[in-house]
Nanobody, 125 residues
Framework: QLQLVESGGGLVQPGGSLRLSCTTS????????IAWFRQAPGKEREGVSC????????NYADSVKGRFTISRDGAKRTVYLQIDSLKPEDTAIYYC??????????????????WGQGTQVTVSS
C-alpha cells in the first residue's frame, strides 16, 4: 500500500480555481492507478477522476467533466487535480486513492487499497 498525502485545498470563491496534489515517497507509485474522490457532509464518497498507471487513460465523473483535469508526474510521484470554474456544490473533502491496476475501470471505494487523509475544498462567496 502507498502512503498518500494530499495538499492544495482551501477556501475559494465560485468560479475560482485550485490545484490539488497527491504525493507519495513510494518507489512503486508508477504501478498504481490514482483516483480522486470527494465526500460532502452527509453524502457518500464519490469518485471524480482517475488516471491510469501509465497516465494514458483518464476518467471523469459527468459532474466534473470539462472543469477538472487530472495529470501525473512520475518523477515527482505526484498526481494533480486541476479544478476550474469551482461551484459551491464542489465543496467537499477531497481524497486521493491508489489501486494496483493498469486501467481506470471502477469507482468502487473498496477497490482502492490506499487512501490519503483528505484536503478540504470550500467554495463560497
Amino acid at each position: 500500500q502507498l502512503q498518500l498525502v494530499e495538499s492544495g485545498g482551501g477556501l475559494v470563491q465560485p468560479g475560482g480555481s485550485l490545484r490539488l496534489s497527491c504525493t507519495t515517497s513510494d518507489l512503486f507509485f508508477n504501478y498504481y492507478n490514482i483516483a480522486w474522490f470527494r465526500q460532502a457532509p452527509g453524502k457518500e464518497r464519490e469518485g471524480v477522476s482517475c488516471i491510469s498507471s501509465s497516465g494514458g487513460q483518464t476518467n471523469y465523473a459527468d459532474s466534473v467533466k470539462g472543469r477538472f483535469t487530472i495529470s501525473r508526474d512520475g518523477a515527482k510521484r505526484t498526481v494533480y487535480l486541476q479544478i476550474d470554474s469551482l461551484k459551491p456544490e464542489d465543496t467537499a473533502i477531497y481524497y486521493c486513492a491508489a489501486r494496483l491496476s493498469t486501467l481506470c475501470d471502477t469507482w468502487n471505494v473498496g477497490a482502492f487499497g490506499s487512501w490519503g487523509q483528505g484536503t478540504q475544498v470550500t467554495v463560497s462567496s
